[in-house]
């Protein structure tokens, strides 16, 4: 009696499912560990054992649909814990009652969650055909890759980035990208899984292979920085002065604060003056006007460069100089030290919702997103600005998180990356530190000091290790004034892309045949 009581009330969920209680709560812990693995609430060595709650659930489902399910349930947890600070975005600035913002976040968590479902359902497809310590990491790279480009891509922390306080760990990013991190800390998932599951002596031998592949790449970020740290001290530098405003975002277009937001920056610029011919640098659409219009606030901006003999680069609206074009684009301008307009970059990976409104007269209520800003035009392309000699590209906002952006501007001789951002829009969520932590790799993965000037926070300077040399907290009106150098180092992944997805792609068609070959000789 007592067992057959036990069967009926462990959480059974066979009526509708075929699932038990244990597996669903095991996927949702396994949601719960991916959250805690970023910031700001988490630590990046969860990421490590995160999955292991999934594997084991996946180990007590039948069928692919039972595994698309538990794939989802973890990745539902997931993603509400990451991307939660969606709703206050659309609450607070799209103006939207907080159950369409809740909804409207639930929808997004519900998408990102389908890429894991698909992992999750292959690995049961899979199971009994070819291990999951060559399926699992092969998948959740192809399946990555897809998420970070289809519909103009969403990577908001791919597994890879947790590890950005890893640096001697993330060092061969500069060779596989943010996916190869990813593709590590699943087989070692999988490994750790496999070798508590079955303990045997090929389990065994498998968690040594593994523990040498990973004390190989440890091993490479260690000779790695070495290398970059000589590079470092044979390039040229220049000082910079990061600025941030602190401008809160429901004053930041009132026209009557505009000179006063328009003072901070430049008192906040003359205090931080860097030396004669340096760079100056104040965030995305720092100036709450329009930069080509000629009146009194434009003067001020081209005066300060003249007061402070530097290089002056600022966020600003601009609007489009060709006759009969309405278009409107999220710019950043540079000025000489004699208040020259020496380049402009129209940045050309809009945020949907944010700076442009697809769908708008399909979905009319979605108009309100864009309140205050408008849709924005696209940028030509990725086109370092020219300091003289020197050559910075500038990534702003979003830009930041996108890996080719970086190596488009490495390609074309950038030896500066240049993020600038208002963050302002997350309150005091965890998306400003998730959005600065990824920072991190494009430093990395070009090999090129890095540095971010946020309205709100976090500011700071990466340099080509990835380390974080100085940073600012958000909310905060202030200022970061360090060095940095031109470094010139080629890496492979700046030169070549995601060849770790293709790889993984390549492997996926060759499981699948593996597995349709094996299906075939069962049904003779």
């Not at 939660?84 to 639930?106: A, D, H, R, S």
């Not at 500066?416 to 600065?436: C, E, K, M, R, Y």
Request: charged fraction near 15%; aromatic fraction near 14%.
């Amino acid at each position: 009696m007592k067992n057959k009581s036990r069967t009926k009330n462990d959480f059974q969920l066979k009526a509708g499912t075929g699932l038990t209680g244990d597996a669903v709560l095991l996927a949702a812990l396994s949601g719960l560990l991916i959250f805690l693995s970023f910031p700001k609430y988490g630590f990046g060595f969860i990421a490590w054992i995160a999955l292991l709650p999934l594997f084991f659930a996946l180990k007590k489902a039948n069928t692919v649909a039972q595994g698309l399910l538990l794939g989802f349930i973890t990745g539902v947890v997931g993603y509400i814990g990451i991307i939660y600070w969606i709703t206050f975005v659309i609450v607070n600035y799209g103006y939207l009652p907080l159950y369409v913002g809740i909804i409207l976040m639930l929808l997004l968590a519900c998408y990102l969650s389908a890429y894991i479902s698909l992992f999750a359902g292959c690995i049961i497809y899979f199971q009994g055909k070819i291990p999951l310590y060559l399926t699992a990491p092969v998948l959740w790279v192809c399946l990555e890759y897809v998420k970070s480009l289809l519909l103009t891509g969403f990577p908001w922390e791919n597994l890879g980035y947790s590890q950005y306080l890893n640096t001697y760990f993330i060092q061969i990013a500069d060779v596989t990208g943010v996916l190869g991190l990813s593709f590590l800390i699943v087989l070692t998932n999988a490994t750790i899984f496999e070798v508590i599951s079955k303990r045997s002596a090929r389990e065994y031998a498998l968690a040594g292979i593994v523990s040498l592949v990973l004390v190989g790449v440890y091993g490479y970020g260690i000779y790695r920085l070495d290398q970059v740290n000589k590079t470092m001290r044979q390039s040229q530098g220049m000082e910079v002065s990061l600025i941030q405003g602190n401008i809160d975002q429901s004053i930041k277009w009132n026209e009557n604060y505009q000179r006063e937001t328009l003072n901070i920056y430049e008192q906040l610029s003359l205090k931080n003056s860097p030396a004669d011919g340096s760079l100056i640098i104040w965030p995305e659409t720092a100036v709450p006007f329009i930069f080509q219009d000629q009146n009194s606030l434009h003067e001020q901006i081209r005066n300060l460069s003249l007061k402070t003999k530097s290089w002056l680069l600022f966020g600003s609206v601009s609007r489009s100089q060709e006759r009969g074009n309405n278009d409107y684009f999220n710019s950043a301008y540079i000025l000489s030290p004699s208040g020259e307009i020496k380049g402009k970059y129209d940045k050309v990976h809009l945020v949907p919702y944010g700076e442009y409104v697809p769908l708008r007269n399909i979905l009319p209520f979605v108009k309100g997103f864009t309140e205050g800003i408008g849709d924005f035009g696209t940028g030509a392309g990725y086109y370092p600005l020219s300091l003289n000699d020197k050559k910075i590209g500038i990534l702003i906002c979003y830009e930041g998180i996108l890996p080719f952006a970086a190596r488009m501007y490495k390609n074309r001789s950038a030896g500066l990356l240049v993020n600038i951002t208002n963050d302002a829009w997350f309150g005091a969520t965890s998306a400003p530190f998730q959005h600065f932590s990824m920072s991190v790799f494009r430093a990395v993965e070009t090999r090129l000091y890095l540095v971010r000037a946020a309205n709100t926070g976090i500011s700071g300077i990466i340099d080509p290790g990835g380390r974080i040399i100085a940073k600012t907290d958000i909310f905060r009106e202030d200022a970061l004034k360090g060095y940095v150098k031109f470094v010139n180092m080629p890496t492979l992944y700046a030169r070549y892309g995601d060849l770790v997805a293709v790889a993984c792609f390549l492997l996926m068609i060759f499981y699948f045949l593996i597995s349709l070959k094996r299906e075939g000789k069962k049904c003779q």
